[in-house]
């Protein structure tokens, strides 16, 4: 069985972390949607598909299970939507989401739409890693080692607090 899991994660934290490995460990392939890849360099979205695609694969090096991560922009027609992601990636059987629209989407396309559990939302969330980088406060706990280390490489956190500023500032 092979399952489907789209996000932006911008970037991927702690909480992705976990049911991505929770998800592993109940289908046989994982399928790793990299949704609006087509966005970077805001403060909502910061990191470009491939710096994204960099987090995942170095943070699930030390695990042992097949996966594909595949890039997928958004197109303006939700109604299509569903045929324009099966075009782009391996089939699958099964699809995980806490997003209501691509829950809506899929179950509409009569697909198994399962959703995983959150952990710890409050601090485990993408809004609030990037609001604590552009305040300075600590983030590098919320995420994993590894996406840290490409935040650095790529001076991520920097890059976020510049986007961040008004016109008059820059
Ligand atoms: P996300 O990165 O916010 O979340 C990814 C997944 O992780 C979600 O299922 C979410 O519920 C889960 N998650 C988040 N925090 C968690 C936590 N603390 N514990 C456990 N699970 C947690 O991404 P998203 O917003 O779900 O991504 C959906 C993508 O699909 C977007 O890029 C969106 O643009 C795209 N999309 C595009 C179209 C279109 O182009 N027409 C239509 C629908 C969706």
């Known amino acids: 069985m092979r399952g489907f899991l789209i996000g932006r994660w911008q970037p991927l934290h702690n909480g992705h972390l976990t049911i991505i490995r929770e ?38 090096k030390k695990y042992d299970f ?33 997003n209501p ?18 952990y710890n939302r409050k601090e485990y969330s993408g809004s609030e890693v990037r609001k604590r980088m552009i305040n300075g406060e600590e983030w590098k706990h919320l995420v994993p080692k590894e996406v840290v280390d490409v935040i650095c490489e790529i001076d991520g956190e920097n890059r976020i607090r510049r986007l961040n500023k008004s016109d008059c500032e820059v």
């Open 66 to 98: 097949p996966y594909y991560v595949i890039p997928i922009k958004d197109i303006e027609f939700n109604a299509v939507w569903v045929s324009y992601v099966e075009a782009l990636t391996p089939p699958f059987d099964v699809v995980y989401t806490g």
């Open 23 to 60: 998800i592993a460990s109940e289908v046989d392939e994982l399928i790793i949607g990299i949704g609006s890849a087509q966005r970077s360099h805001t403060t909502k979205d910061p990191f470009t598909a491939g710096e994204r695609i960099m987090m995942i694969i170095k943070t699930l």
């Open 101 to 118: 629209l691509v829950r809506e989407l899929f179950v509409e396309r009569d697909y198994i739409v399962k959703k995983p559990k959150l």
